[in-house]
């Protein structure tokens, strides 16, 4: 497959898609939990080792947002990353010195049937350390268009 | 019902929380989307006219910080605000301006049947604008620590 951008039309059931890498440190960790997540077992190392984690753990929303920048750079969807929800989940706690990518599967392409200009694609992105532990599954629809027609088709 | 903290056993279906308020700002949205989320619909007011949007819009991964924040400063569980998952949902774009609070709702509330000191909690947490607008809908299945039996129990 080339490098995109993608419309709706170029995505398939079962296609694959690797993000690049993202060093997930301390000083990141902590800098963001301190902004959106301001708790012991996020902010403090110290202070974790008292808390449900035992040690200081990335905030899931922090995964959340690494993920989001690796799809942004490396997912090239004609019109933008564009998702309109779906499920998340942190199966294992991040710490610090993870170096994360994104692996993507596409589950579900669905042409929209009120608004031909688009539909909606399915796709897992988990996202993954370099051991394979998987700090972050999301499981999104996307809001992806329609390959436009060309301008000088049929003449 | 008190101030907290709550452990499981303060925890019952039905039962709502308010928190706080917290204004999304421009200079907040373009700032954490310039760091995470970098589509021009996010960080740029002018290209953002072109656009699926056709105006600027916080990323949706701003409103979960944004909604995590307001939730550890105004809901005192026991041992932290802790998530394993969910489901999340975007219902309509949010504009830099909007004044945000959670309004959470208590889904389900289940002991660990393996973990004795603990359980699990489905709780429902909107997103909500001033004027009613839904920014976002978390279903998360939170860890929440059941209340320690006092030590001098049965003496």
Same mark, same amino acid.
């Given at each position: 497959? #080339?490098?995109?951008?993608?419309?709706? &039309? &170029? $995505?398939?059931?079962? !296609?694959? /898609?690797?993000?690049?890498?993202?060093?997930?440190? =301390?000083? @990141?960790?902590?800098?963001? =939990?301190? !902004?959106?997540? +301001? !708790? %012991? /077992?996020?902010? #403090?190392? *110290?202070?974790?080792?008292?808390? /449900? /984690?035992? *040690?200081?753990?990335?905030?899931?929303?922090?995964?959340?947002?690494?993920?989001?920048?690796? $799809?942004? *750079?490396? $997912?090239?969807?004609?019109? @933008?990353?564009?998702?309109?929800?779906?499920?998340? =989940?942190? +199966?294992? %706690?991040?710490?610090?010195?993870?170096?994360?990518?994104?692996?993507?599967?596409?589950?579900?392409?669905?042409?929209?049937?009120?608004? %031909?200009?688009?539909?909606?694609?399915?796709?897992?992105?988990?996202?993954? #350390?370099?051991? @394979? =532990?998987?700090?972050?599954?999301?499981?999104?629809?996307?809001?992806?268009?329609?390959? +436009?027609?060309? *301008?000088?088709? @049929?003449?």
């Amino acid at each position: 497959m #080339d490098d995109g951008p993608y419309y709706l &039309d &170029d $995505l398939s059931v079962g !296609q694959r /898609f690797t993000t690049g890498e993202y060093v997930l440190d =301390a000083d @990141g960790a902590v800098a963001f =939990a301190s !902004q959106w997540d +301001p !708790q %012991p /077992f996020h902010t #403090d190392k *110290e202070a974790a080792a008292g808390t /449900f /984690f035992g *040690e200081l753990v990335a905030s899931g929303w922090y995964t959340a947002a690494i993920t989001m920048r690796l $799809l942004v *750079e490396g $997912l090239p969807i004609a019109g @933008g990353v564009i998702g309109a929800g779906g499920e998340i =989940a942190w +199966p294992t %706690p991040t710490r610090p010195g993870a170096v994360l990518h994104v692996e993507a599967e596409v589950l579900e392409v669905r042409p929209s049937r009120s608004r %031909p200009d688009r539909g909606m694609a399915v796709v897992r992105f988990e996202t993954v #350390d370099r051991d @394979g =532990a998987v700090a972050q599954v999301f499981t999104a629809t996307m809001v992806v268009p329609r390959r +436009p027609a060309p *301008e000088d088709a @049929g003449t």
